[in-house]
């Protein structure tokens, strides 16, 4: 039988959505990875009993190990370790060594805010080496240590792995959480899935149920996957989880996807569209430029996002006024007196004037409504243009209505652009 | 006693973190407003069996309102209906007018995409027509309607507000539920609840655990108060939940705080640094531009991200390349030469340039290692220099070592620059 995992996410801030949680699909991913089975996560918010609560559900649903992040910070409202140590019914100690491993770390904190109490910030801090006896420590990567808490001799129950909310804190803390004896030993049983992924665009999301229920009727045995579709920044994800048995049966479904939706299907790798533009651009040794009004630098944010952008990103003007577009982007100003800012034609001029401004192989230019307010009868909110261009003189420029609030009619606007870029760079004109 | 409720967010999807759940966090909120406490968010992927205990786990927490979001779509992996009738113990029936009523919607939905099988478009939707008999349906934003579920007649248990996992879909029809007679009949015994808010900027969360042991100290009633502590964007808010009677002791704790904290306290009125700093330029007529170099167009977004932000928003320079910095930036490259593209000379030439080249009243310079390579030992990964700057002459600069990833580097430094911004506008000059 395989081994099962629960998440459990705590802090106030957490389930009230000031922070928003990064941990919980990380972990789930992490998990996936190992063959270990994930069914639930729960958010609580910093109190006890609730945190209580959810331990003892997830403990009932059959779990082998439990994951906590949050709540190991030196304020009062910190409580994750006192719960578990209770949940797994073991008494706590204050760990000397450990103490002064924290003391060790918050030497430097305490030459950069020399104007702070030393003092308080020691007892703040010596709370955190107060841990459960027989836990597994695990080294701090910020001041909180992390653990792996078994349950008390001769008791049944979940292992508890306790790390910390901070992404950067918790995520090599993991790995090490994962390289211990009692880690482990929760951990057997983890058998191996497979999971894989396509995306679409421009495609209705009912479409993808049309072609499942096709896959059936052609005998393909579909109760072998896990099928999830879902829309995500504009485009369709089909993620599908199998046992490696079922790799043919997988095979035969992405066949009869391509064969469906050839237009609308660009990856089958788990590559982004992102990550597709990014090697265009560095195979065929090409500089890209962007000058950008509604989307206001997120496009230019979008393309300089990964590692090494600066090989192929030179820059973008962010053409948010209209003596911007023509003092910078060198957009005529009878172009948007004729044709209006929002117009494929400014658009287009804004791509070309990224080109000659910014001195790159490829432009992109996007103007359009954001919202909430600006719209007009015949340019409504979310009415957009974007347009591509190489210095060749290749184009392809695109006007629509996008759905949504002004931050999805921004989102979703860098998408189609980064789509009509992908499109260009595979060689594609109007 | 109060009303309590649960949050179930469904959708393998959301639990794998390919979607980022937005619905959990934005319901609390609304739980809160109307005084009705929330204990539990819980996210399970699209298995029934784990929705029905998730369900039965929050229905074991004595939950008058169970909240679900997700699960409606068309495809045969949206199951929630289903799982609640069975939770409800309900039966399930097809809802002749609701089946025209979505038919109608799909209507524009097939003029846009008539490529595609318009009955494979139906018989998916048909599906969204099937709902427990004794429900109120919630009118369809999207396609999918929405349901509010009592328990079955003559038994116990919480009704259950089923709504579309789309925010833009959720988000009104929540506003429908809440006003249905089943909503108000679960949800009586809701009490009031205040939440205030204090956001600090450039201060350990350490010294604010000090802080409140201070209160306690000086005999402050702190048990009347709800308090967390959380690190977001940089930095520290301070959240306090209370009761109205308790309206004295919070008013106590924010002098303390005031009193102690004078310098890095920006916010008690729960307004952000990006509204503050928004307020100021309209107030006092003055625009802004930014030219930006590792932020990459995130610092320009940011302050696009406010409706209305073209008032003062005249736009911005991403100076990626050398070229671009001194091309259109106005940054003698001799100056790049002698200190480096990323010094505080160079950050210095930016917010300059960004006056000169885009014709603003304020300017704001960005420039720093973002990563994961091109540290050196003198200016590591995450060294980062910002500068503001008037027309007049007035200016700040800072330069800064920032921890964590390089997505972290380059949010945290728009939040530096947001900072320097406000201190700027506020008068002060280095």
Not at 112 to 128: I, L
Request: aromatic share 4%.
């Amino acid at each position: 039988m395989s081994a099962r995992a629960g998440i459990l996410i705590t802090g106030t801030e957490v389930l009230t959505g000031r922070v928003q949680d990064r941990n919980g699909p990380w972990l789930s991913d992490r998990l996936t990875e190992l063959g270990i089975e994930h069914a639930h996560t729960t958010i609580v918010g910093d109190r006890p009993a609730d945190m209580l609560s959810a331990l003892r559900f997830l403990a009932r649903e059959g779990v082998d190990l439990i994951l906590t992040s949050g709540g190991l910070g030196p304020t009062a409202d910190d409580l994750t370790v006192e719960v578990v140590a209770e949940f797994c019914g073991r008494e706590m100690y204050l760990d000397g060594p450990l103490e002064e491993r924290i003391a060790e770390i918050l030497r430097p904190l305490a030459k950069r805010y020399p104007q702070f109490d030393q003092e308080a910030v020691r007892e703040s801090n010596r709370k955190q080496a107060v841990v459960p006896r027989g836990a597994t420590i695990i080294d701090p990567v910020g001041t909180a240590p992390g653990l792996v808490v078994p349950p008390a001799d001769g008791t049944d129950g979940p292992t508890v792995v306790v790390l910390p909310g901070p992404p950067r804190e918790l995520q090599p803390m993991w790995r090490s959480a994962v390289e211990t004896d009692a880690f482990k030993d929760a951990a057997r049983g983890a058998i191996e899935y497979r999971t894989a992924m396509l995306r679409m665009f421009g495609i209705p999301e009912s479409e993808i149920a049309a072609t499942l229920r096709a896959a059936a009727d052609e005998g393909l045995a579909l109760d072998e996957l896990e099928i999830t579709t879902c829309l995500r920044r504009g485009e369709i994800e089909v993620v599908t989880r199998y046992e490696p048995p079922a790799q043919g049966t997988y095979d035969a479904l992405v066949a009869l996807v391509r064969d469906r939706h050839a237009d609308t299907l660009f990856s089958d790798d788990g590559t982004f569209v992102d990550d597709q533009v990014a090697q265009m651009l560095v195979d065929g040794g090409l500089t890209v430029g962007v000058c950008e009004s509604c989307t206001g630098g997120l496009l230019a944010a979008r393309l300089t996002e990964r590692p090494g952008s600066s090989a192929y990103v030179l820059g973008g003007i962010v053409a948010y006024a209209n003596e911007v577009k023509s003092g910078l982007a060198h957009v005529d100003p009878a172009l948007i007196e004729r044709h209006g800012a929002v117009s494929t034609e400014v658009a287009e001029a804004l791509a070309d004037g990224a080109i000659a401004a910014l001195g790159t192989d490829v432009g992109a230019g996007v103007t359009g409504i954001a919202g909430p307010d600006g719209g007009t009868p015949e340019k409504p909110v979310g009415f957009v243009c974007v347009s591509v261009a190489t210095r060749e003189g290749a184009r392809l420029t695109r006007s629509m209505q996008l759905p949504g609030s002004r931050a999805d009619v921004r989102d979703r606007t860098t998408t189609v652009a980064m789509h009509l870029l992908r499109r260009l760079l595979l060689g594609e004109s109007d």
